[in-house]
């Protein structure tokens, strides 16, 4: 008796967690910053800005911005329309299909990393300019979407 009752468990469970996954998107909408470390009043680390708002719920437009600091401050960015599912987005460049950025947003931050098949592809960006890195939400205000590579940072 006690097997069937867990059979019978096993058996309701498995019909109420099976089927389409839910998708846990939320609106990320709003500015993310990454703040750089600053020695004598240089930045000495990577620092950026990204900006995103949600066009519908599996679209968003991004600008992106990243800067390595002292004493290069090389420094990368883009503006693109990108797909939105399950609160991550994927960025091709088209000049590089060997890579991706990969966003992870979270409610108070945007997590990016880089995926290539080609370790000095970049991504279209200088040596060292891209790192995975973790920007916080700074304001979930509409942004200006803008190419942000022009603000004198």
Known sequence: MRSLSILSALFFSTLF??????????????????????????????????????????????????????PGYESGSFIDTLAYVDSCSRYTPTADTSCAILFYFHRKAVEIMETYSDPLSG???????????????????????QDLSAHGR
């Not at 609106?27 to 949600?54: A, C, F, M």
């Not at 968003?60 to 990243?66: D, H, K, P, Q």
């Not at 973790?134 to 200006?144: G, I, T």
Request: glycine content about 10%; some cysteine.
């Open 17 to 70: 967690f099976s089927g389409e996954p839910e998708h846990n998107s939320f609106d990320p909408t709003g500015t993310y910053v990454l703040l750089g470390t600053v020695k004598r009043n240089r930045i000495t680390s990577h620092s950026g800005e990204i900006r995103v708002q949600l066009l519908d719920p599996q679209r968003i437009a991004l600008c992106f911005y990243i800067n390595k600091g002292y």
């Open 123 to 145: 991504c279209g960006f200088p040596n060292g300019v891209l790192v995975s890195a973790v920007f916080d939400k700074k304001s979930a205000n509409r942004p200006v979407i």
